[in-house]
């Protein structure tokens, strides 16, 4: 037996499960089978869903799927999430058929549904067995594709971790039926389905003699872990295509189903590779917006301005201007970091194109690099030197009041703290084990936190530091310290009363601070 299959996997709570052997994912198997095909038994419109993939995406749509109903209000899916035996993902599959969401959120509702999904109407399981893509009618592909390098150094020089994507293809080309779809919901390069998945399973479907053309939609997902996570699959814009029409009306019809089509009508682009591009095209304008405002952040700093109340100006003028970025700490997640470099590689790689999106890639550079101003603010408050200072963090996530973690800007500070020999010190409500950052010492208590510390940087918006009562925490330091705003938590009456105290304080885009905190320190 193979010790990959003897192992334990533990969540993030500490939970363990062990991860079962091939001959129990074999009667696994069976069970599943007949669960399945007890469900859609003598139920004319009932199908199995197979969802592949039970990361962030994967786990919430498995969900949304087992929760759509026909018109007499009866479950239209049986709903098989499969992820994988290994001790980094098996413990996915333990939680869902717990009843348990597998990514933390504030979301009542995706857990309220997981849970009677999975241990009251019964028709959502996960599993680690490959066989289930075997009963599938729809399999649904929520794998990671990721980007190597989330630095733009040349088109060249990008690189993509494709080939775990690619295998994950090859195993639903394994197993699948001759007439199911595949509906790849992964970020793709542009071209994915149809110069990557389409010869992957035309291949080995023609190995297992199936001549049929294979069916394949693109259908990228706008999921928003947090607190509207179940309704960011349901209530919200789907854009799709297939690869032929009989692709693209099975993935109509399917998607009808599932999402509240009556207020977000579906909308279809007749190419997936526009579908594809549809995507990242999406995350490069979000992430372009964000780097634009960087520069604007260091001239009204200069310039003694508050770039927030400059935004909030030109916010009135509603369809032209009203998502113009605030100045920030930084940009993470999982997706904004990457997904213009999918765009970049596709164009060289899958196209031989000579287009350089020379605009997007320098916005994933100022992007990348944004969290060094913060970094600049703190060491200048101590004339450069931080040597044996201990700098609180407020603010592992990458995103208020969530706690994913993914790509957090939060790591490149403390890296830079450590850097200059400074000691890092973190605090987050929402996140219990730093798994990117295990090493750096984390606090629960703030109030506790602050008497030791010389300097606290604020660096997520979450509505726990937005609330945090300032006159409690002056009252527990020990001495004034230095107070960096990352995030436009601290009003300019706390800023005010912070300085009062003797802190000094300082605040990305908040040049305004420069002077009225001088003018209070004079008073
Ligand atoms: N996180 C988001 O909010 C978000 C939003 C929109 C789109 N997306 C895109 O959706 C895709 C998935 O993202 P995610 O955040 O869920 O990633 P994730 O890393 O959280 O989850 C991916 C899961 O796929 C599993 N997996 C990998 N290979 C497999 C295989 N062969 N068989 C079964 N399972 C396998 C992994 O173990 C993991 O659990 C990405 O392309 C991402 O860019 C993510």
């Known amino acids: 037996m193979s010790d990959i299959y003897s192992k334990i996997s533990k969540s993030p709570t500490g939970q363990e499960y062990k991860i079962p052997s091939k001959d129990e994912l074999e009667q696994e198997y069976d069970t599943i089978k007949n669960s ?9 419109n009932r199908k199995v869903v197979i969802v592949q993939g039970l990361g962030f995406v994967g786990s919430a749509m498995a969900t949304v799927v087992a929760d759509a109903k ?3 209000k009866e479950p239209l899916y049986f709903v098989i999430g499969v992820d994988l035996p290994t001790p980094y993902a098996y413990w996915k599959i333990g939680m869902i058929n717990d009843g348990l969401c597998p990514v933390v959120s504030e979301d009542e509702k995706l857990r309220n549904k997981t849970y009677n999904l999975v241990k009251n109407q019964k028709n959502l399981i996960a599993t680690a067995s490959e066989r289930v893509y075997g009963i599938g009618d729809v399999i649904i592909v929520d794998v990671q594709l990721d980007v190597k390098n989330k630095i733009f150094t040349g088109v060249k020089d990008i690189e993509i971790s494709i080939e775990g994507f690619k295998k994950a293809i090859e195993t639903i080309g394994k197993y699948m039926k ?14 994915t389905c149809k110069k990557i998945v389409k010869p992957i399973l035309s291949k080995i ?6 001549n049929k053309p294979v069916r394949i939609a693109h259908s990228y997902e706008r999921v928003m872990p947090g607190k509207n996570y179940f ?22 019809e399917f998607l009808s189903t599932i999402i509240n089509t009556k207020n977000f009508p579906l909308f279809c682009l007749k190419d997936t590779t526009a579908s594809e591009l549809a995507k990242v095209l999406e995350n490069s304008y979000r992430a372009t917006n964000i780097a634009l405002i960087y520069e604007w952040t260091l001239l009204c700093e200069q310039l003694g301005l508050n770039l927030f109340e400059i935004t909030k100006s030109i916010r009135v003028r509603k369809g032209t201007h009203d998502n113009i970025k605030d100045p920030g700490f930084g940009v993470g997640g999982y ?9 970049q590689w596709a164009a060289s790689n899958l196209f031989s194109s000579d287009v350089v999106l020379n605009i997007t890639m320098e916005a994933m550079n100022i992007n990348h690099n944004m969290p060094k101003h913060t970094f600049e603010l703190l060491k200048n408050s101590f004339n450069n030197d931080l040597e044996r200072k201990k700098i609180l963090i407020c603010g592992i996530s990458y995103l208020q009041d969530v706690a994913d973690t993914r ?3 939060t790591a490149m500070l403390t890296d830079l703290i450590l850097d200059d020999n400074g000691i890092p010190i973190v605090h987050d409500p929402f996140v219990d084990y730093w798994i990117e950052r295990p090493n750096i010492t984390k606090v629960s208590d703030i109030f506790s936190a602050i008497k030791e510390v010389d300097a606290v940087v604020f660096a997520v918006p979450h509505s726990f530091y937005l609330n945090l009562d300032i006159t409690k ?25 912070l300085n009062k105290a003797g802190c000094h304080v300082k605040g990305v885009g908040k040049g305004h601070w420069n002077t009225i905190l001088k003018q209070n320190h004079n008073k």
């Not at 399945?36 to 004319?44: M, T």
């Not at 230095?482 to 995030?487: F, G, H, K, R």
Request: glycine share 2%; charged share 35%; proline share 5%.
């Open 407 to 409: 790509n957090s800007p």
């Open 231 to 252: 309704d960011s699959i349901k209530n919200f814009w789907r854009t799709y295509a297939g690869i032929d029409n009989e692709s693209e009306e099975m993935a109509r």
């Open 70 to 72: 026909d018109e007499n």
């Open 36 to 44: 399945a095909y007890d469900f859609v038994k003598n139920k004319k």
């Open 178 to 191: 001759e007439d199911a779809l595949v509906l790849v919901e992964t970020t793709v390069p542009p071209g």
């Open 473 to 497: 925490l002056i009252s527990k330091m020990k001495h004034p310290i230095t107070i960096i705003d990352a995030q436009n938590i601290i009003s300019d009456d706390k800023a005010i009363e």
């Open 205 to 210: 479907r023609k190995e297992r003699d199936i």
């Open 335 to 343: 997706c904004l970091p990457k997904d213009s470099f999918l765009a």
